[in-house]
């Protein structure tokens, strides 16, 4: 079982290059989002749970979203290792994970850091686009659409998400890095964080995380 934490700041790619992952690998993508979501929707114990702190206004406490990554690492389809993504956040997430991972005879095997200037992440958060429509995602400095504001696959009028302005895209960033950067340096210290240059294509990115997983990922893998 290969245990994998992808890491990187909002903008960062590190979303498409979870799912990218996961079919090149055959590790299974758990995202902590998707199972708050999904425990929510199904009303699960935990869900509910996890409801009345949030109800509250409170942070779900750690040993909550940890008994959560656990019930869903422990269903077959990531019997062959996981990819984490959006978890642990802190230092003191990762060692309650680390703990949690030896109950069951596993633990991380290493850790992926998308690595992008800030400069950069700002013009991907801020200049992005959506279309009301069908969905389609464009941005204004790297990819835009062919007649400003109108989706070039439907037609539709395009829009920016309320948290993706400039002012909010730093609030976020700053947020993340305040937080992520002892996670980091924490795992470099042990030896099993890989910096990963995010400004490339998304394939070079893709072909540059493989080849620092090759390592920890049975012969058989492609």
């Known amino acids: 079982m290969t245990n994998v934490i992808l890491l ?3 903008g960062a790619g590190k979303g498409t290059q979870a799912k990218t992952l996961a079919d090149r690998t055959g590790l299974t993508h758990v995202a902590s989002g998707d199972l708050f979501r999904a425990a929510l929707r199904e009303g699960t114990e935990l869900g509910m749970l996890a409801k ?4 509250r206004g409170e942070l779900v406490p750690d040993e909550v979203v940890i008994r959560m990554i656990l019930e869903r690492i422990q269903q077959p389809d990531c019997a062959s290792g996981v990819i984490f993504d959006g978890f642990p956040r802190t230092q003191e997430q990762a060692r309650a994970l680390e703990v949690a991972l030896a109950d069951h005879n596993a633990r991380i095997d290493a850790v992926l850091f998308l690595a992008v200037p800030q400069d950069v ?3 991907r958060i801020a200049g992005r686009q959506t279309c009301r429509t069908c969905g389609a995602i464009f941005n ?3 990819f835009p659409s062919h007649r400003p504001g109108i989706c070039d696959a439907c037609g539709g009028k395009l829009y920016q998400r ?3 302005s400039i002012e909010t895209a730093q609030h976020r960033l700053d947020v993340y890095f305040a937080q992520t950067m002892p996670l980091i340096e924490y795992y470099q210290r042990q030896g099993i964080l890989h910096e990963i240059d995010g400004q490339r294509e998304i394939a070079l990115v893709t072909e540059a995380m493989l080849k620092a997983l090759s390592p920890y990922l049975a012969p058989a893998q492609p």
């Open 8 to 10: 990187g700041p909002p």
């Open 52 to 55: 009345s702190y949030m109800d």
């Open 121 to 123: 992440l700002l013009r």
């Open 140 to 142: 204004i400095y790297y």
């Open 162 to 164: 309320s948290d993706d």
